[in-house]
């Protein structure tokens, strides 16, 4: 009887770590918190396909490329809008930008040519936990640099951060030099999150050595130059991948908070439409240690970010959250996340108001700029979104139009909080050379 009971128990052990090897690190299945390091890092202004690991024929970031051979990649990710402010406020709050309401940030200056004292901007509702005060809530020591001078504390950025910096494009160099400043700090007071938001792939592209190839065609100029900037800004994050030790016990999730049109659609820059060059992101998640290479297809939102962090460190859900886990992804329970319907908003007020909305549904993408006009591409078949079958498929069109306006209507919004500021200057010159005055 004694060998039996022992021979169970046995068996009972050896089922019990079975389950633990399995559920992983799912929080769903684990109400443990893990105790890992988190390192978001934001790289402004970038398309998904001028990287090589989503197919780029240039090697624009050697590093990124060996993180991808042992992290998560997915390969359709899409920001919540196309321009910093509302995009990065999605990350932070996993919600649209008509739920927190950041719709305007410095872009509202733009078309003014003299310094106005009543610059109004938008503002992240303080009733809204970011992901920064998630994280400060569950003990983590919590840092942050950024090098656009939209995300600060004037827009509701800076909640939950115990050190927070915001530069107006100073370059990689000089946020790893804060970071690195930060070092003893950030390692000796236990488990962080370290949240970095890079520039440098955003207008003005500079020529980097030796990565510039030089063309005398305008457009293949500043292209060249843009991918210059990825090589740099790839070079940087090794440094402080390295430097920190990141590929112990760090949870990294590498995205842009939108990407760049570079006359794709006779439009450069961004925060001008929503077609797929301004709105998909690249999205790649490295697991403590590292994990076997995973390519993700399914389309996913910036906003899930938030969502999956929480899962992934064992914190529980929260019903504020519009994103959702990645983790049944992850773990390759697709049929879970199959009929998700994806939106991107876009919302200035310059003179007049323009609007954009975007619908994304399996694989098709519905665009409609208020006042003006539909469309609607095919994701997989038509990548650079040149053939618009509005009219042969009038009836897809008018479903996701709904779906939006639906979604609209019923889902939680949060009251818009302005913030009124005053620009020197020395500051006014510096967004116009970012493209952010006229």
């Known amino acids: 009887m004694v060998k039996i009971k022992k021979k169970i128990y046995s068996i009972l052990i050896m089922v019990a770590v079975v389950l633990a090897i399995v559920t992983g690190f799912s929080g769903c299945k684990n109400n443990k918190t893990k105790h890992y390091n988190i390192v978001l890092i934001v790289i402004d202004t970038l398309r998904s396909d001028h990287l090589p690991f989503y197919g780029y024929i240039k090697n624009t970031a050697p590093f990124l490329m060996e993180m991808s051979k042992k992290s998560i990649v997915f390969k359709n990710a899409f920001s919540a809008s196309s321009w910093t402010s509302p995009a990065t406020a999605s990350i932070f709050t996993s919600m649209y930008p008509f739920q927190h309401g950041v719709h305007m940030g410095l872009l509202a200056i733009k078309n003014a040519q003299k310094i106005d004292p009543n610059i109004i901007i938008n503002k992240i509702p303080e009733e809204i936990t970011t992901i920064t005060e998630v994280l400060k809530e569950n003990g983590y020591n919590t840092f942050g640099v950024a090098d656009n001078l939209n995300i600060d504390s004037r827009q509701g950025f800076t909640q939950g951060f115990d ?3 915001t530069f107006q494009y100073e370059e990689a160099p000089n946020v790893n030099k804060t970071i690195k400043k930060w070092k003893k700090e950030i390692l000796e007071k236990g488990k962080y999150f370290l949240y970095i938001h890079y520039m440098d792939p955003h207008a003005p592209y500079h020529p980097r050595e030796p990565w510039y190839i030089p063309f005398k065609e305008k457009r293949k100029h500043r292209i060249s130059a843009y991918d210059s900037e990825i090589n740099f800004v790839d070079q940087h994050i090794k440094e402080l991948y390295d430097l920190f030790k990141w590929e112990k016990n760090t949870l990294i999730i590498i995205t842009s908070d939108h990407g760049e049109g570079l006359w794709d659609h006779g439009y450069m820059a961004h925060g001008k439409t929503l077609y797929r060059e301004e709105i ?9 240690g590292g994990t076997k290479p995973l390519n993700i297809k399914q389309n996913v939102s910036t906003i899930d970010i938030l969502p999956t962090v929480r899962d992934i460190i064992g914190l529980s859900k929260s019903k504020f959250d519009e994103g959702i886990s990645l983790v049944p992804l992850i773990e390759k329970y697709p049929e879970k996340l199959k009929e998700r319907t994806l939106f991107s908003h876009l919302k200035k007020k310059i003179n007049k108001t323009v609007e954009w909305r975007s619908t994304i549904y399996k694989n098709w993408h519905f665009i409609k700029k208020v006042d003006a006009f539909e469309k609607l591409f ?24 709904k779906r939006f306006e639906k979604f609209v209507r019923f889902c939680k919004k949060f009251k818009v909080e302005n913030k ?9 010159k510096k967004l116009k050379t970012l493209g952010y005055v006229d």
Do not use: A
């Not at 998909?280 to 403590?288: A, C, D, S, T």
């Not at 095919?378 to 009219?391: G, P, R, T």
């Not at 009124?420 to 006014?428: A, E, N, S, V």
């Open 163 to 165: 050190k927070f910096e």
């Open 280 to 288: 998909q992101v690249p999205l790649l998640i490295y697991l403590p």
């Open 378 to 401: 095919m994701l997989l078949f038509d990548k650079k979104e040149e053939n618009n079958l509005i009219q042969n498929k009038k009836k897809i069109g008018i479903m996701l139009k």
């Open 420 to 428: 009124k500021i005053k620009l020197d200057k020395d500051q006014t």
